[in-house]
Structure formats: C-alpha cells, structure tokens
C-alpha cells in the first residue's frame, strides 16, 4: 500500500478495502447534491432580496455569499472524489487512485472558514440586540468561529496517524464550538423582545435547527471511531455516512438557516401580509 501520512481515512479504506459500486456511487451523489442545492439556495436568495425592508437586506446578501463559497468549494471536494479513486475490472470495486489526488475533507473546512462568520453575523443583521454590544458579539463570533473551524481542520489530518492528536485537537474546537452555541442563544433570547409572536416562534425554530444542524458536525468529525476504534464506522459505511451527515448539516446551516431569517426578515418587516396577498391575487 502506498504511503498516505496523514490522510482522511476515506483514503485508507479505499486503499485497503475499496468502494463498492453502491458506495462510491453514493458518495458522488451526496456531494453533488451538496453543491447543487447551494446553487439553487443563490437563486432563491438573489430572488426574494426585494421583500424585506432595506435594513434587513444584508442577511439575503450574506447568504448569497455563503452559497457562492459552499457551491465552488463543494464542487471542488465532488471532483476530487471522482479523481481519487478508479474502478478496478477484476475486483469489481473502486480504489484510490495512484495516479490521482488524495481524497481531502479540507475543502470543506475552507469553506466553513469563510462561511461560518458570515452565517454568524447574518441573525445580527436581523435581530435587534437590547443589551448586548454589536461589534462585542460580532467579534465573539468571529474568533470562536474562526478558531473552531482552523483546530478541527488540524485534527482531521490525524484521524488515522496519532488519536491522541486527534481528539485533543477535537476537544480544543469544541471549546469554540460549546461559545459560539452561548453566544447565540443570548442573540437569539435579546431578539425575541418586543416582538410579534410569529417572529419569536421563527426565532424559537431557528435556535433549534443551529443546534440539530451544528451538532451533526461534530460528528462527522469522530464517524470513524462512533462504533468503537475499530468499530462499524470505520468502513465505507461511515464514509457514505460521514458525507451524508456534513451534507444535511451543510444544507440546513446554510441553505434553511437563511430561508428562516429570510422569512423573519419578512416578519419583522411587516411586508408578509402583503406578500401572501400577491400570491393570493
């Protein structure tokens, strides 16, 4: 077996094992949707900027951002899937490729280091803060994001090589993580005073999915090791399921994390009665 440092594990279970047809096929198609739907999330962004106040304008702008970043950024990891690994005719199955790239997760954690600050900073465009300082959560969110997102991108390259290593470095952007998440919840908590009872309840929901969608990062993080060291993860299963889970958390981080704070905008612009008397009409 060729010599793979300090790769991704998805690397050494196609040098060993190999993929299955089902597998490797799977895997392409998960992150093809990835990129796919923050194409459309631009659209949909692009599209509906002109029914909210001016005020609340820059969520939707920030989010177009975040979904030109996700979509170059995940097209690239999708390309360098397929370029990874070949079929093999006599075994019937895909193995990394000799010729080809590495197979590296750090495109995603390029793209979480522009997005995650951006995603951060939309809900304060959006909420009224009644006793927290602007720039003072502003500049929380950006260095616990920030931080978070360069410790795991350390870790990752020792998920194989040193364990110790790897969860240390785990542990370290979980520290960042556990602040962001106090962070938000006392924005989230600051919003909701003085407003409408349908816009606390989208504050209610969005609180809600930043916790379900955040939390599935982390663990992606440890898929292989989820079952045990040597456990059921550590396979193509946990590949397929570690792509699938950075997937949903992108999509729902991203794509429906914005549509929320769209349709808060909305709310708080008092422009949703009239919206839904055009379409009515």
Known sequence: MQNLGNSNFENYIGATEGYSEIAYQFTSHILTLGYAVMLAGLLYFILTIKNVDKKYQMSNILSAVVMV????????????????????VDKGKYFLNPEGDLFNNGYRYLNWLIDVPMLLFQILFVVSLTTSSFISVR????????????????GQFYEVTNLT???????ISSAFFFHILWVMKKVIDEGK????AKGQKILSNIWILFLVS???YPGAYLMPYLAGLEGFFYSEDGVMARQLTY????????VIYGVLLG?????LSGNDTMVEAKKAA
Do not use: H, P, R
């Not at 349709?263 to 709310?267: E, G, I, K, V």
């Open 165 to 171: 290593l790897f969860f240390v470095w785990g542990a």
């Open 139 to 154: 500049n929380q969110f950006w260095f616990s994001g920030a931080l978070m997102i360069i410790t795991g991108y350390i």
């Open 193 to 196: 005073e003085g407003i409408s």
């Open 263 to 267: 349709n808060l905008a909305l709310t």
């Open 69 to 88: 970043s996700a979509f170059l950024l995940l097209y690239a990891q999708a390309e360098n899937w397929t370029t990874s690994f070949t079929f093999d």
């Open 214 to 216: 955040w939390f599935l």
């Open 247 to 254: 997937t949903i958390a992108d999509v729902c981080s991203k």
